[in-house]
């Protein structure tokens, strides 16, 4: 079929002429032949195609975290749900915690906090991935209101756990004495965190911003401006935005 005679036909009429209607005749009986081997063609490619469901299965978990990353929770946990049903083991236990965390995106707190219980129950899943467990719960409890929920749940991680999740515990702890103010209690999740965590950790900012409140409280101003401005040079330093601007608003406010 000639390309210029297929495009000078396009374009529809409100009267044709009576040339044009013949070129279009012409034209009709080579584009139906050619439409129907294209169909032909397409018929023999897929009629050997056989779908890999086990790679499928594979994938899923891949796009629902590319999902969330574009804020598409629900599709994600949607995902996440359906694939659970044909995992057993360690990879179940993965995906069901990050099926809790998507929860937990969403403000489906309830929910986030029984599926990580679950996983943090599981005596087969490893120790790292049950203290996982636990601190995911204690944020969704948090979120409910559930502060001494969230503490049980955040004194279950094992003493002998890695030095960043035993920060996080006291990042967690830290959080949930500031809302009940117990600035104390506060000070001391500070302390034994900073100590718990790598110089580079980004745990660390919400560590000292925690720590800049509580100066703050006391009325020591520049007590509080000099955590909030280590702070800063941290989350500048790794480039999280969403930390940056937390901090800059505690400067802000202070």
Do not use: F
Request: charged share 25%.
């Amino acid at each position: 079929i000639r390309a210029a005679d297929r495009h000078d036909h396009v374009d529809a009429e409100h009267e044709r002429d009576g040339a044009a209607w013949k070129t279009e005749w012409a034209l009709l009986p080579q584009a139906c032949g050619a439409a129907a081997v294209a169909l032909a063609l397409g018929a023999e490619l897929t009629a050997g195609l056989q779908v890999d469901e086990q790679r499928m299965r594979a994938l899923i978990p891949d796009a629902a975290q590319a999902l969330s990353r574009v804020g598409a929770h629900a599709r994600a946990a949607e995902l996440l749900e359906a694939l659970l049903p044909h995992l057993s083991g360690e990879p179940r236990d993965v995906r069901g915690l990050r099926l809790a965390a998507t929860r937990h995106a969403l403000g489906q707190d309830a929910v986030a906090a029984q599926l990580a219980n679950e996983v943090a129950e599981r005596e087969l899943a490893g120790a790292e991935l049950r203290a996982e467990a636990r601190l995911l719960a204690a944020r969704a409890l948090t979120a409910l209101g559930q502060w001494d929920a969230a503490i049980a749940a955040l004194r279950k991680v094992p003493a002998d756990a890695e030095p960043a999740q035993k920060a996080q515990v006291q990042r967690e702890l830290a959080k949930i004495h500031l809302r009940q103010g117990d600035y104390t209690a506060v000070s001391s999740a500070v302390d034994e965190g900073l100590a718990c965590a790598a110089a580079d950790d980004p745990v660390r900012v919400e560590l000292l911003c925690s720590r800049g409140i509580v100066a703050s409280y006391a009325g020591d101003q520049s007590a509080a401006h000099s955590c909030y401005e280590q702070a800063l040079t941290l989350a500048r330093a790794r480039g999280v935005r969403s930390d940056e601007a937390n901090v800059l608003t505690y400067l802000a406010i202070g």
